[in-house]
Structures are given as structure tokens and as C-alpha cells.
């Protein structure tokens, strides 16, 4: 049950952190802080009642749970670590709980810093699209004690639809790391057959309607494919090329500390690099599916 006496904070207005902040306050019933470096994205979520706070030591002293939506690790490290950050300014009995995606022990690394404040640190990246951002229907998974997701978890379910205790403190984000290498891989044989295909004879869409009823569907091919290779849409206002790179070199790092070879993911960030050394780094991910040419001679 959601105590509406708390108040929560909300660290990263992007793409994802908007829509999420917004569900989080007009379904909460709580008073929602919000925090971003571009104080615009704060005010355009005025009204649904969100109080801008122009510095982070601002939305630190006036909120419970502390929430962050930010690209990457680098960020996160960043606003956990800077002088005035998150362990330099959290108190006693608070909460932080990272929505973005991050490596595995730099999350349990930040987690133990923070329990020796006596701060619980939680991480529950989130997954599928902005649209289900928008909707309030993402994945989330959590790494936490048992307890701990008990009482994070009606929070999170105003932001998304299943949310999911996968383990404790950092299990979340390998389950999320091993999510999103499945899914790229995915979305890149679907942009390998669709080539082929097309060279033989049958149509993408064609080619996607089968698959469809057979054993080859998949949640990549019902969106991805369908809504993004297909049509040729790639945004830049969506999970870019570069985001995908970043989650894969995640995997890597953790495949590495594992001591396992994994050519598979390998593929995929060469696949990646040379879509983002062609200037499509900004675009939707699915877009790796416009780098598959003719085989180079010799």
C-alpha cells in the first residue's frame, strides 16, 4: 500500500524518466520533487503537480524515496558520488532506487556506500518502450531484500505492470542486462532474415506475417519489426543505437568477470559500433537493420 505521506523525488526527465515521473505523481496520490539538468522538462510536468527543485541537495532534503531515470552508470556514479550527491547528502531511513540501467557491481559497490549511511539502495531498471512509458506498462526488475521490494513495490507499479523480485541488490540489473542482450540479438536476425528474404523473393511484411504463426515470433518481431524495421522508423527520440551499445558492453563486462565467451553478443556490438560509426548513433537501435549490405568482395 502506497503511503501518501511520503514524499518522492525523481532524479532524469529523458525520454523514459518524463513519462514515468508523470504517472508517478497523478497515481501516487504522494508530493512528487523532480530534478533534471534542463529545468524546462521540470516545469512542463507542472501540471500534474510536480515541484521543481532547481539543485539536488534541494530535492535530497524534502523527499522519502529518491527515484533516478539517468543514460547510463557514468550518470549514476555521478550523482551518487559528486560532492553534495546522493551518499553525500541522503539521510538516514531514505530510499534510492535506480530505474536506469547499470553495471552489476558498480550498483552493488554504490549500494554498500549507502548502507553505511543507513540508506537502502534498490535497483529496478525498467523495460519495453517509451509508448508503454507513456502508458504506465513497463517491465520492472528489482534487486532488493524481500522486504525491501515489498514496500518499493506499489510505488513502482504506477510507473509499470509487472514488476518482478528477481534476487537481491543487483540481480535487477542482470536480469535487465540479459533482457535487452536477447532482445538487440533478436531484433538483428529478424533484420538478417528480412534481408534475405527480400533478395528471394518474399517481402518483409510478408516474411513477418509468417513468422507471426510460427515458431519465430516474438515480442521483437510484434514491435520492432513491425513498427520500426519494417516501416524504416527510426526515431531519435526513442532507445538509441548508442543505449544499446552501452547495455551490451554491459553484458560483455559481465560475460568477461564470468570467464565465458559469448560470440553471439560479440557480433552484436561490432554490429552496433558500425552503425553508430555511420551516424546513425542517435537513432532507434532498430535501425542496425539499414547497415545489412552485400557481402564485401574478398
Known amino acids: 500500500m502506497i503511503d501518501t505521506s511520503l514524499n518522492l523525488g525523481f532524479i532524469g526527465l529523458g525520454v523514459m524518466g518524463m513519462p514515468m515521473c508523470r504517472n508517478l505523481a497523478k497515481k501516487s496520490g504522494c508530493s512528487v520533487f523532480a530534478f533534471d539538468q534542463d529545468p524546462n522538462r521540470v516545469a512542463s510536468l507542472a501540471d500534474v503537480g510536480v515541484k521543481a527543485c532547481r539543485e539536488l541537495r534541494d530535492l535530497i532534503a524534502q523527499t522519502d524515496i529518491i527515484f533516478m531515470a539517468l543514460p547510463s552508470g557514468k550518470e549514476v556514479d555521478l550523482v551518487c558520488r559528486m560532492e553534495r550527491g546522493l551518499i553525500d547528502g541522503a539521510m538516514p531511513g531514505q530510499i534510492v532506487v535506480d530505474l536506469g540501467t547499470t553495471p552489476v557491481q558498480m550498483t552493488r559497490d554504490i549500494a554498500n556506500e549507502f548502507s553505511q549511511a543507513n540508506v537502502t539502495y534498490i535497483d ?22 524481500g522486504e525491501n521490494f515489498k514496500l518499493i513495490e506499489p510505488y513502482l507499479l504506477c510507473m509499470g505492470e509487472e514488476i518482478n523480485h528477481c534476487g537481491d541488490t543487483g540481480c535487477g540489473q542482470v536480469v535487465k542486462i540479459m533482457n535487452n542482450m536477447v532482445l538487440f540479438q533478436t531484433v538483428n536476425a529478424l533484420s538478417e532474415a528480412f534481408a534475405i528474404a527480400e533478395q528471394n523473393g518474399v517481402a518483409a511484411d510478408k516474411l513477418a506475417e509468417f513468422f507471426g504463426t510460427a515458431s519465430a515470433d516474438s515480442f521483437a518481431l510484434r514491435n520492432h519489426a513491425r513498427k520500426a524495421i519494417i516501416p524504416k522508423d527510426f526515431p531519435t527520440q526513442a532507445f538509441s543505437v548508442m543505449y544499446a551499445l552501452k547495455d551490451v558492453a554491459y553484458a560483455l563486462q559481465l560475460a568477461d568477470q564470468s570467464e565465458l565467451f559469448v560470440g553471439g553478443a560479440e557480433n552484436l556490438c561490432k554490429v552496433l559500433e558500425r552503425t553508430a560509426e555511420a551516424g546513425h548513433g542517435a537513432k532507434y537501435f532498430p535501425v542496425i537493420s539499414q547497415m545489412i549490405g552485400k557481402r564485401p568482395e574478398g
Not at 509508448?131 to 531484500?145: F, R, Y
Open 124 to 145: 529496478a531498471p525498467i523495460a519495453r518502450t517509451r509508448h508503454a512509458a507513456i502508458d504506465g506498462t513497463l517491465s520492472i526488475m528489482v534487486g532488493a531484500s
